[in-house]
């Protein structure tokens, strides 16, 4: 089983829908968890931390859920912008300096 | 703003030579990472450091070797390089602590003839 693991996409959503991810991890020890976004031919950036209890950021969401070992991002109201591969990582060794990346799930927004 | 600068953008090397990758980060961090990003794989990790002088290996450090003589500076290197290295390369910084963030420079894209 891979450490990190999420469905490859494509979603391919139209405007103004709303779109949900998952994403497992396998260690129950993983501490930090995130959504990194990643535009075509660009470098990740950090969407969002994901905490224990969930956060919202505007249209985004992020939960945890440790029993079952996934988390997920919520994009509400989506935009053409939010095109992009989204990215689960977990620091899956349980090491907070070693994070695992999971290999991406590919959104497209259609106008 | 934090920036991690990659000396190359796009590189061409031929089978066997050394390559060298740099990178620099600007903003004190203690770590810094050096991944390799290849389609349906995602980012795998190849070696990292927590300190001047101080590398892990990551999950694929075979054929890599990596120096890290001043804290902001981080290089990756391929002793002789081969077409399965062609890859886009991505460094990284962070500070050290649950939840820290990654950031990461902009990527050199190596192609290994």
């Known amino acids: 089983r891979k450490e990190v693991e999420q469905d490859p996409g494509p979603f391919n959503v139209p405007e103004g829908a709303t779109v949900a991810f998952n994403c497992t991890y396998s260690?129950?020890?993983?501490?930090?968890f995130f959504w990194y976004r990643q535009d075509c031919r660009k470098e990740p950036k950090l969407l969002m931390s994901?905490?224990?209890s969930g956060n919202e950021d505007g249209r985004f969401t992020a939960q945890l859920n440790r029993a079952s070992q996934y988390i997920s991002l919520l994009i509400r109201d989506s935009k053409l912008s939010d095109s992009a591969t989204y990215l689960c990582?977990?620091?899956?060794?349980?090491?907070?300096?070693?994070?695992?990346f999971g290999s991406g799930t590919q959104l497209t927004v259609l106008p | 703003d934090v920036k991690v600068t990659q000396s190359s953008r796009y590189l061409v090397k031929r089978t066997g030579e050394k390559v060298f990758l740099e990178c620099v980060q600007d903003?004190?961090?203690?770590?810094m990472f050096w991944y390799r990003q290849d389609p349906g794989l995602g980012l795998r990790l190849i070696y990292f450091?927590?300190?001047?002088?101080?590398?892990e290996k990551g999950d694929i450090p075979e054929g890599y070797s990596v120096s890290r003589e001043k804290k902001e500076r981080f290089s990756l290197i391929l002793e002789s390089a081969s077409t399965n290295q062609t890859s886009m390369y991505l460094c990284?910084?962070?500070?050290?602590?649950?939840?820290?963030?990654?950031?990461f420079g902009s990527g050199t894209q190596l192609s290994v003839l």
């Open positions: 990284a910084s962070s500070f050290t602590g649950v939840g820290e963030k990654l950031f």
């Open positions: 903003m004190d961090h203690e770590n």
């Open positions: 990582v977990v620091n899956a060794k349980g090491s907070a300096r070693q994070l695992t």
């Open positions: 260690n129950s020890a993983s501490q930090s």
């Open positions: 994901v905490y224990s």
């Open positions: 450091s927590y300190d001047v002088k101080m590398k």
